[in-house]
């Protein structure tokens, strides 16, 4: 079992910026794929960025690309998301989630059902 707990949402203007942070225990960390994906009201739910194993690869969703940066730190077990230049249609409420892939490919890295745990999410909310 992984439990994942998130953290640093809130509300902020747009062009702020706004850091998250996923607290993670339990199965070894290093392990694991870390994601962030977000989910709007009365949308489905979205990815938003992947870092692997050792942190030495990430991948973005074009949306947030050059916006926000994903970050992992293997001995503190904790896996971060920097926001910046935030904009009204990020607000949803982001989830960390966990998963045990074996290959790095971007078509995995991004779907949803290619991770085993999920945090319970933070609310972001991005005022105009």
């Known amino acids: 079992q992984v439990q994942l707990v998130e953290s640093g949402g809130g509300l902020v203007q747009a062009g702020d910026s706004l850091s998250l942070s996923c607290a993670a225990s339990?199965?070894?960390?290093?392990?694991?794929?870390m994601g962030w994906f977000r989910q709007a009201a009365g949308k489905e739910r979205e990815f938003v960025a992947a870092i692997s194993w050792s942190g030495g690869t990430t991948y973005y969703a074009g949306s947030v690309k050059g916006r926000f940066t994903i970050s992992r730190d293997n001995a503190k077990n904790t896996v971060h998301l920097q926001m910046n230049s935030l904009k009204p249609e990020d607000t949803a409420v982001y989830y960390c989630?966990?998963?045990?892939?074996?290959?790095?490919?971007?078509?995995?890295?991004?779907?949803?059902?290619?991770?085993?745990?999920w945090g319970q999410g933070t609310q972001v909310t991005v005022s105009s």
């Open positions: 989630a966990a998963g045990f892939i074996g290959h790095w490919n971007s078509d995995y890295i991004r779907s949803a059902s290619s991770y085993d745990y």
């Open positions: 339990g199965r070894t960390f290093s392990s694991s794929v």
